[in-house]
C-alpha cells in the first residue's frame, strides 16, 4: 500500500494477514467526476484515503438522488456487498473531488472476510449505518416537500454563499431541476435569496427558516 495510513480492518487480523492485505492494495489518484463504480461491475472493494467520495441513484429517465457521501477512512459498503453476492440498490459511485483510493481485489478480501468475524461484524455496523443515510433520504423525498428540502439544503451549506448550480442542487435533493429553479425564484421574489450564475447567497435565513417550516435552530 503506498500510504502511510492503516487499513480500516488491520486490528482484527493477524500481522501476516495485515501484509497480506498491504501487498494486494492498489492505491490510485483519482481525479474529480470519476465514476469508481456502478451496479453492473465488481472491481474489487474500495477504501477513500483523502477525498470525498459521492453515492447516488439514477431513475429511468436520467433523474439523480445523492444517497450518501464517503469520506477519508471510509470502506465502500455498496462494492462489498456485490462481491458477496447481493446488492441491495442499483447505485453509482463518483468522485466529488480529487481523490486518492485504495482498492483490494475480490478475492483477497472475500478470503479475510470469511476468516474474521469481527470483520463481519464491523462491516455490518457499517452498512446498517449507510441503511439508515438512505432511509433519511428515503423520508426527506417521500415526506417533505420541495420548499422544505430546498430550503434545509441551503441552510445546511457551510456558507451563506453557495456555488451550486439548479442541476447539482436537483440531484442532491432528489427533484427535477425546472422545479428547483421555481422554487428558487419563489424565494428570490420573497427575498431570502439572491441568484446570480453558478452561485446563490442567503440574505435573509431566518426568514427562509420561517417559509419553510423549520423551527429556531433547526437544521438538516
Known amino acids: 500500500m503506498d500510504d502511510n495510513r492503516d487499513f480500516p480492518l488491520d486490528k482484527y487480523m493477524s500481522p501476516e494477514d495485515r501484509e497480506l492485505v498491504r501487498r494486494n492494495l492498489r492505491v490510485s489518484d483519482v481525479p474529480a467526476g470519476t465514476v469508481l463504480f456502478d451496479s453492473s461491475s465488481c472491481k474489487g472493494v474500495l477504501l477513500v484515503l483523502s477525498g470525498v467520495v459521492r453515492v447516488y441513484s439514477v431513475s429511468e429517465v436520467g433523474r439523480e438522488i445523492t ?15 456485490c462481491i458477496m453476492g447481493s446488492m441491495p440498490m442499483q447505485a453509482m459511485i463518483k468522485t466529488d473531488t480529487d481523490c486518492r483510493i485504495a482498492s483490494l481485489s475480490n478475492d483477497v478480501f472475500a478470503g479475510i472476510h470469511a476468516k474474521y468475524p469481527e470483520i463481519q461484524q464491523y462491516l455490518l455496523s457499517v452498512m446498517n449505518a449507510r441503511l439508515n443515510d438512505v432511509m433519511w433520504v428515503v423520508e426527506q423525498v417521500a415526506f417533505k ?43 428570490e421574489k420573497n427575498g431570502y435569496v439572491e441568484l446570480s450564475r ?16 423549520l423551527g429556531d435552530g433547526e437544521r438538516r
Open 67 to 81: 444517497l450518501y457521501r464517503l469520506f477519508e477512512g471510509d470502506i465502500c459498503t455498496l462494492s462489498i456487498s
Open 145 to 187: 416537500g420541495i420548499d422544505r428540502r430546498l430550503g434545509e439544503y441551503l441552510l445546511s451549506r457551510p456558507s451563506t454563499i453557495v456555488y451550486s448550480t439548479h442541476d447539482q442542487i436537483a440531484a442532491e435533493i432528489g427533484s427535477a431541476r425546472e422545479v428547483v429553479s421555481r422554487m428558487l425564484k419563489y424565494f
Open 198 to 213: 453558478g452561485k446563490m447567497k442567503v440574505v435573509d435565513p431566518d426568514g427562509l427558516r420561517r417559509s419553510v417550516g
